[in-house]
């Protein structure tokens, strides 16, 4: 197959009709930043999540995961609804507003899917492959190839349109589109003001995250209790945390609020009552939240963080 321009545009014409927010192409050469990959892994940075060191080798060379894949078709799509810190009652939690609406996983994985249809019918004999969040594939280092945004200071991919409230999906395939120019400038400049917001001091440096920190790292993927020193560090969040990107300018200048009807708010997420979810059980939890992002900690890790949370208030007001 051959490097088609006319293929490529219709190929991104349908992909922004679909609803992504912004698309590129990126080559599939091995990682410039295999080395800070490494340091990362080695410094323990990723606490218990493992499977970033099995899939380590496949990260560093893209090109592996797909036998045959050519370039990565990667796509944005904006999540943003409004700050995080708004419009808050005293009995709901603070919830990162990536998991405010269905579950996004499935709700990309179905649009990359058709995204996936659609390279297969403008390139015939075209294989593909969808990722979003899952797998080997580095996505913020394949989204900054594709020309859609450089990584900040907080590791976040930042679209200068749009801010970092997107969701990344990628569509691996061995059809030779044209690849998009890399977005190479750097426009965090001077600015720090995602490093001193952030309440748990997780960044050891400008662009490295000790995951083990990470209130997110803690609320999603910390499996069993807290100890003494995790519990406080999670302070009023139930699920997540967007403090280094709600401070980030290029959110507050240009996030705007997303129209995409699949990612409407759902309100017993985004508002979480925590006392209720202290009493849940495994089939209340399924019934009310079996479909959206709390899964993933399941019953108990959401009632490990609704007792966190309510247990750090009582601590503030004491
Ligand atoms: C593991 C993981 C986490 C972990 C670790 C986060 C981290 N910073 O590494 C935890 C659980 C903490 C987490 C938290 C969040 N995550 Co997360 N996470 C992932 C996952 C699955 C892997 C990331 C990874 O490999 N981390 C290891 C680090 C070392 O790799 P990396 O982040 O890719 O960084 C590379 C580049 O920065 C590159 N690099 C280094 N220096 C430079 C310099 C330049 C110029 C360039 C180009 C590259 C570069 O080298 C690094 C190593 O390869 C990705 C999905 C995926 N498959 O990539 C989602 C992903 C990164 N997460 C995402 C989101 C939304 C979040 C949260 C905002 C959720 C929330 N609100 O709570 C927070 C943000 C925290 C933060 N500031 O990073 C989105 C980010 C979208 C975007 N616009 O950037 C992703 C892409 C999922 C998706 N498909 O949308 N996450
Ligand atoms: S998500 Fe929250 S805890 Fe994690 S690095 Fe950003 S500000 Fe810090
Ligand atoms: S807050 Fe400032 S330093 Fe951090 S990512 Fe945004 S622009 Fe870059």
Known sequence: MKRDAVQTVAVKRRALELGFDAVGVATLEPSAHAAELD???????AGTMTYLHRQSKKR???????PGAKVALVTLTNYFHRSTDSGRNPGVGRVAQYAWSAEYHEVLGRRLERLATAVREIVPGAKTRCYVDAGPVPERELAQRAGLGWIGKNMMLIDPDRGSFTFIGVVLTDAELAADPPFEADRCGSCHACLDACPTSAFVAPGVLDARRCISYLTIEHRGEFSQVQQPLVGDWLFGCDVCQDVCPWNVKFALPTRDVELNVRPEVAEAELASLLDANPESFQRRFGDTPFERPGVAGMRRNS??????RRRAHA
């Open 60 to 66: 560093k060379h893209p090109a592996g995961i797909m």
């Open 39 to 45: 340091q990362w892994l080695d410094a323990g940075y």
């Open 307 to 312: 007792a966190a949370v309510l247990a750090n």
